[in-house]
C-alpha cells in the first residue's frame, strides 16, 4: 500500500537514537552541551573575526563563513533531535522533513565548497605569495564564498524537487534521527532510479570537484615547503595548514564513510553514531581546531579579552 506525498497530511516517524528512555535522557544532556558549545564557539569566533582588525585576510573571512555554516548545519539537526529525545511520538510531517533535508543538502554541499576554497586561498598564500592580495582580492572572495552558497542551492533544487515527486509506503518509517537522503530513498514505493542519478550526481560532482582542489592545492603546498631551506621557514608554512587539513581529514573522512559505504544489513546503528559525529561534534570541533592551533586567533582573543577588562 503507498500513500502520495502530495498529501499534506503525510507523516514520517523517526526512530531516532534510542527507545530507552534514561538513555534517551543521558543523549539529550550530552548533545545539548555539545550543540550549546557548537553555537557559541562558532558564533564567538564570526564576532572575533568581524571584530578584530588583523583577522581581516582572506583565510579568515573564509573561516567566518565555514563558522557560519557549521552553527547552520548544527541547527537543522540538533535542535529536532532534542525534542525527540524526550518525546514519546518521533513525528516529522512530509513538508518539515523536505525542508530539513533540502537545508542540510545545501549546508553540508556549501562546507565541501567552503574547504575548497580555503584550500586554494592557502595554496595562493604559500606558492605564489607575491600575487597573493591580488588573486585573494575582496571581490574574487564574495564571488568565491557566492559560488559555495549557489552550488548548495542548486544541488538542493535538483534532489528535492525529484524526491517530491515520489510515492511512499507504509509504514513511513525512517531508520535515523534525522531526515536523511538513504533512508528516505528507502520508503519509496515508486522507482527511485532519477533520484538515485540526481544525489549520485549533484553529490558526486562537489565531492570530486573539492577533494580535487583540495589535493592539487596540498600536493603544490607540500612541494613548495619542500623547496623552503630553513627548518623554521617549512614549520611556519605548514602551520597555516595544520588546521584546515585536520578539519578537512574530519569531515570528508565521516561523510565518504557514511555516504560511500556499500550498504550492509545491520549498519544503521554504526551509521546514526557516525551522523552524530559530522552534524554535531564536527561543528563544535572546529572552532577549537582553528583556536587552539592558531596562533593569531589567540592574539587576537587575547588583546579583546585584555581591552574588556
Known amino acids: 500500500m503507498s500513500m502520495e506525498n502530495s498529501s499534506t497530511g503525510t507523516k514520517?516517524?523517526?526512530?531516532?537514537?534510542?527507545?530507552?528512555?534514561?538513555?534517551?535522557?543521558?543523549?539529550?544532556?550530552?548533545?545539548f552541551i555539545i550543540y550549546f558549545i557548537t553555537v557559541l564557539g562558532n558564533l564567538g569566533l564570526v564576532v572575533l573575526i568581524q571584530v578584530s582588525h588583523r583577522?581581516?585576510?582572506?583565510?579568515?573571512?573564509?573561516?567566518?563563513?565555514?563558522?557560519?555554516?557549521?552553527?547552520?548545519?548544527?541547527?537543522?539537526?540538533?535542535?529536532k533531535t532534542l525534542?525527540?529525545?524526550?518525546?514519546?511520538?518521533?513525528?516529522v510531517s512530509f513538508f518539515g522533513c523536505m525542508a530539513q533535508m533540502g537545508l542540510?543538502?545545501?549546508?553540508?554541499?556549501?562546507?565541501?565548497?567552503?574547504?575548497?576554497?580555503?584550500?586554494?586561498?592557502?595554496?595562493?598564500?604559500?606558492?605564489?605569495?607575491?600575487?597573493?592580495?591580488?588573486?585573494?582580492?575582496?571581490?574574487?572572495?564574495?564571488?568565491?564564498v557566492a559560488g559555495c552558497y549557489l552550488g548548495?542551492?542548486?544541488n538542493m533544487v535538483a534532489v528535492t524537487t525529484s524526491i517530491?515527486?515520489?510515492?511512499?509506503?507504509?509504514?513511513?518509517?525512517?531508520s535515523h534521527f534525522f531526515c536523511d537522503i538513504p533512508p528516505l530513498l528507502a520508503l519509496a514505493c515508486s522507482d527511485p532510479w532519477v533520484t538515485q542519478v540526481l544525489v549520485v550526481g549533484c553529490g558526486?560532482?562537489?565531492l570530486v570537484t573539492s577533494?580535487?582542489?583540495?589535493?592539487?592545492?596540498?600536493?603544490?603546498?607540500?612541494?613548495?615547503?619542500?623547496?623552503?631551506?630553513?627548518?623554521?621557514?617549512?614549520?611556519?608554512?605548514?602551520?597555516?595548514?595544520?588546521?584546515?587539513?585536520?578539519?578537512?581529514?574530519?569531515?570528508y573522512g565521516t561523510t565518504m564513510y557514511t555516504y560511500l559505504q556499500p550498504s550492509r544489513h545491520g549498519s544503521q546503528a554504526g551509521n546514526r553514531m557516525i551522523s552524530v559525529f559530522y552534524t554535531m561534534l564536527i561543528p563544535m570541533l572546529n572552532p577549537l581546531i582553528y583556536s587552539l592551533r592558531n596562533q593569531e586567533v589567540k592574539v587576537a582573543l587575547q588583546k579583546i579579552l585584555r581591552h574588556s577588562q
Open 83 to 91: 525534542v525527540n529525545l524526550l518525546s514519546q511520538l518521533q513525528e
Open 164 to 174: 517530491t515527486q515520489l510515492s511512499f509506503c507504509q509504514p513511513q518509517v525512517i
Open 12 to 31: 514520517f516517524i523517526l526512530l531516532g537514537m534510542t527507545d530507552n528512555y534514561q538513555l534517551a535522557v543521558l543523549l539529550f544532556g550530552l548533545f
Open 211 to 251: 577533494v580535487m582542489v583540495i589535493l592539487v592545492s596540498y600536493l603544490s603546498i607540500f612541494m613548495t615547503i619542500m623547496g623552503i631551506p630553513s627548518v623554521s621557514g617549512k614549520q611556519k608554512a605548514f602551520s597555516t595548514c595544520a588546521s584546515h587539513l585536520t578539519a578537512v581529514a574530519l569531515y
Open 152 to 154: 548548495g542551492l542548486l
Open 104 to 144: 542540510f543538502i545545501v549546508f553540508a554541499s556549501a562546507e565541501c565548497n567552503i574547504l575548497a576554497s580555503m584550500a586554494y586561498d592557502r595554496y595562493t598564500a604559500i606558492c605564489r605569495p607575491l600575487l597573493y592580495h591580488i588573486t585573494m582580492s575582496k571581490v574574487r572572495c564574495l564571488l568565491l
Open 55 to 79: 583577522l581581516h585576510t582572506p583565510m579568515y573571512f573564509f573561516l567566518s563563513n565555514l563558522s557560519f555554516l557549521d552553527v547552520c548545519f548544527s541547527s537543522i539537526t540538533t535542535p
Open 204 to 206: 558526486g560532482f562537489t
